[in-house]
């Protein structure tokens, strides 16, 4: 059987397995929750969904990452921008999502809430 690595379709998910915190597996390393993916009617590859709490951890590592330093040394219009960004991605529906958030941000629980209700006051909700 060809490795994953060798296939044409794997170089195209890469990069969002990646950025999900996924992982590229064989299809014969399958689990029923894993996504096999097909080309020309043969399965090429299996990819292996993070746990939300671990997305959410990747998330946050990645945008340190395009930011260029730590989350909580951003100013607060910046952070305020990260929350509302976190919230479209659905990182506050994960458990312990914005006690996850505020510690990556260096602000309390309720500086978060105040973010997420002056943006949804904002927007009219």
Same mark, same amino acid.
């Given at each position: 059987m060809t490795e994953p690595g060798d296939h +044409?379709? &794997?170089e195209a998910v890469k990069p969002l397995v990646d950025a999900m915190g996924?992982?590229?597996l064989r299809p014969d390393q399958a689990q029923p929750d894993d996504v096999v993916l097909s080309w020309d009617d043969a399965e090429v590859l299996?990819?292996?969904l993070p746990q939300l709490s671990d997305s959410l951890d990747h998330i946050l590592a990645a945008m340190e990452r395009r930011y260029g330093? +730590?989350?909580?040394a951003l100013d607060r219009k910046v952070k305020q921008s990260v929350v509302r960004t976190l919230e479209a991605r659905g990182a506050f529906s994960v458990r312990h999502g914005v006690e996850t958030v505020a510690s990556a941000l260096g602000v309390s629980r309720f500086t &978060?809430?105040?973010y997420l209700n002056r943006e949804n006051a904002a927007r009219g909700e």
């Open positions: +044409p379709l &794997v996924a992982e590229i299996a990819v292996r330093m +730590p989350l909580s &978060v809430y105040n």
